[in-house]
């Protein structure tokens, strides 16, 4: 254990020395100015400083029931339920974790699904134990409106210990984003990171290694910002996927590498031969499907229901041979009935009236933004093609029912 830590301080140092780590010994009195001087000193007024001072407990039996109905705003049937979980004694301590929160911007609804989700917060304490995390994550760059919806749905992090699991953990992840902005958009995505094992073991061994084959910071960043998860598995399984991925022959220098990598960690070997297996059904070749993940390797992940059902519009209700799909095989993402569907029915009229040559590829309508679509093949022929629209919006299925 001790030679584990030791080379994971080692390649910290290495990957970004100069990075100016938070430390448990961090005073926020610092902070606390900044705030001020940005006109918010609202933020950190005392919420204790109105707490009754009375001492006196409770006698009734049915007092964690009534406070959860009558002041947490949750309904009989779930204050009875949290009331086995959680039981006061007096209000003194949960109102000043109420209104703790509130300076921190919770509001009355954000209280509620709170405490419905972690009642047992009502029990921390709030000036020891709820501020400082608070403070941290304020310190670290997350705002007021985020702390809401990051703790209601990761409540957790009321709970680990600031010294020895947070602070930790968000160093390491500063280390290897090297950006305030990036740590705090990962926090965002992936909240659990703060207190997951998978961090504290993986990340940096994990990352070290894509930095190996040649990864440079730009498409390390993505992955973890995004799939930060699939950067936090077992060394050794994360390597096994990054030593496939390099013998696809995907180019380490390129962002698709690391999505490539998210695919293989993310599919067994018999998933993999159960999609490779569906589109076999449409004439393709294993070479094929290799050549289809190379160009976009999420048609790895998608369902065989939704592969089959777009192959099946494409191919036989469009007209569009199987084995060319390969060549571009992000038409199969979009929603079928949303986006692939409409934008087939206007390319297919428009082809009929010559106005698009017949063999424009549908690709090229389909892997644009809708507002682009909208403007390039919609717009631009409304006044020599009367009810387009109509036919893009599903209202019609062909153009000669509005004719």
Not at 92 to 116: H, Y
Not at 292 to 314: G, I, N
Not at 318 to 338: C, H, Q, Y
Request: proline residues 6%.
């Amino acid at each position: 254990m001790m030679l584990t830590l030791l080379k994971q301080r080692s390649l910290i140092s290495t990957l970004a020395p100069s990075f100016p780590f938070i430390t448990t010994r961090t005073h926020f009195s610092s902070l606390l100015q900044q705030q001020q001087q940005q006109h918010k000193p609202s933020i950190f007024l005392n919420p204790f400083s109105s707490k009754s001072k009375s001492k006196s407990q409770t006698k009734n039996p049915n007092f964690t029931l009534s406070y959860l109905i009558n002041t947490c705003n949750l309904s009989p049937a779930w204050a009875l339920k949290l009331s086995k979980r959680v039981h006061l004694k007096s209000p003194d301590q949960p109102n000043a974790v109420l209104n703790l929160l509130k300076t921190f911007g919770f509001s009355e609804l954000q209280l509620s699904l709170l405490v419905k989700r972690f009642p047992i917060v009502l029990k921390i304490k709030p000036e020891k134990t709820i501020l400082p995390k608070l403070q941290f994550f304020l310190s670290i760059g997350l705002s007021t409106s985020d702390l809401p919806k990051l703790l209601i749905g990761n409540s957790v992090l009321l709970e680990g210990s600031l010294k020895y699991c947070l602070v930790p953990r968000y160093n390491i992840l500063s280390t290897v984003l090297r950006d305030r902005d990036k740590v705090v958009l990962a926090l965002k995505r992936v909240p659990w990171c703060l207190t997951g094992r998978g961090l504290i073991n993986h990340l940096i061994p994990n990352v070290e290694h894509l930095r190996g084959v040649g990864v440079p910071q730009g498409p390390i960043a993505h992955l973890v910002c995004n799939h930060l998860g699939v950067v936090c598995v077992e060394h050794t399984k994360f390597v096994e996927a990054v030593e496939k991925v390099v013998k696809f022959g995907f180019d380490p220098m390129k962002t698709m590498f690391v999505e490539a990598v998210k695919v293989v960690v993310g599919t067994s070997k018999e998933a993999w031969e159960k999609r490779v297996e569906v589109y076999e059904r449409w004439g393709w070749s294993n070479e094929m499907c290799l050549c289809a993940f190379r160009r976009y390797p999420q048609c790895m992940l998608m369902s065989e229901d939704k592969v089959m059902r777009t192959m099946r519009f494409l191919v036989k209700d469009m007209g569009w041979p199987a084995e060319d799909i390969f060549r571009t095989p992000g038409v199969l993402s979009p929603n079928l009935e949303k986006t692939i569907m409409p934008r087939s029915r206007v390319m297919k009229v428009l082809k009929e009236r010559g106005l698009v040559k017949s063999d424009s590829r549908l690709s090229s309508a389909i892997l644009i933004t809708e507002k682009l679509f909208l403007e390039k093949f919609v717009g631009r022929f409304q006044d020599r093609v009367p009810g387009l629209m109509e036919v893009y919006k599903g209202h019609v299925d062909h153009l000669d029912s509005v004719l």
